[in-house]
């Protein structure tokens, strides 16, 4: 079975100032690992994904993430916040063994809210 | 080059009405997951389908839900005598292979009065 925890409900942070976002996983195989952000009454957006190589991934509006696979985490991070960058962002792990089915396991999410 | 296409954005059904719910995945994607999320959660598997075969239900309930992604034409998950807990966002992904992350509808929000 796999497994995703975010463990904050809420992230508050001023606006210019870094963020961290915080992930962990747990998956049988090797980890495919993505984030996305919804905003409100909106899909899911895809932000950026891990799958092999460099352990720093870069994405979309400036975020990057930090795949470490001793602590079996993905943490999502920003070092300028900017006011539209508050929405909820979701965690996601899938198998990345041939054959396992590839549905996503996403975590419950964190709300990110960056203030003037 | 259109994202995955959802309709009704809104539906409002009835307590023991049917509803039909309709993604249209990115052209040339192969796999199409739905997922459920209910408010200030997040999103719940639901079923995995690729063309005419169901994958993976195991997130499907096993009374009134099913779901089919036809040869031709949209895939649909279909929800009968829809019941007040029912109520929640629908959301519509698909994706050209398991490498790649998907791509979201904008979703279906069902409302059971």
């Known amino acids: 079975a796999q497994s995703v925890a975010q463990p904050e409900d809420q992230v508050n942070v001023a606006e210019g100032n870094p963020l961290t976002v915080k992930c962990t996983y747990s998956?049988?195989?090797?980890?495919?690992l993505f984030w996305y952000v919804q905003y409100p009454n909106r899909g899911l957006q895809f932000l950026l994904k891990?799958?092999?190589?460099?352990?720093l991934v870069k994405g979309s509006y400036g975020f990057e993430a930090e795949f470490n696979k001793s602590q079996t985490s993905f943490h999502l991070k920003k070092p300028s916040a900017l006011v539209s960058d508050s929405a909820l962002y979701f965690c996601?792990?899938?198998?990345?063994?041939?054959?396992?089915?590839?549905?996503?396991?996403f975590g419950t999410g964190t709300r990110l809210q960056v203030m003037l | 080059n259109a994202g995955v296409m959802q309709n009704p954005r809104h539906l409002v059904r009835r307590r023991g009405q049917e509803a039909r719910l309709r993604c249209s995945p990115v052209?040339?994607?192969?796999?199409v997951y739905w997922y459920r999320q209910l408010p200030e959660e997040g999103l719940k598997f639901m079923v995995y389908l690729q063309k005419e075969n169901i994958i993976d239900e195991s997130g499907m309930p096993k009374e009134r839900f099913s779901a089919e992604f036809p040869k031709e034409g949209p895939s649909i998950l279909r929800i009968q005598q829809v019941v007040r807990g029912d109520s929640a966002a629908y959301f519509c992904?698909?994706?050209?292979?398991?490498?790649?992350?998907?791509?979201f509808g904008s979703g279906t929000r069902l409302t059971v009065v």
């Open positions: 052209k040339g994607h192969s796999h």
């Open positions: 891990y799958i092999t190589g460099d352990n």
């Open positions: 996601a792990v899938r198998d990345g063994r041939t054959g396992t089915a590839s549905k996503l396991t």
């Open positions: 998956v049988s195989g090797n980890p495919y």
């Open positions: 992904a698909s994706s050209p292979s398991i490498e790649y992350g998907y791509t």
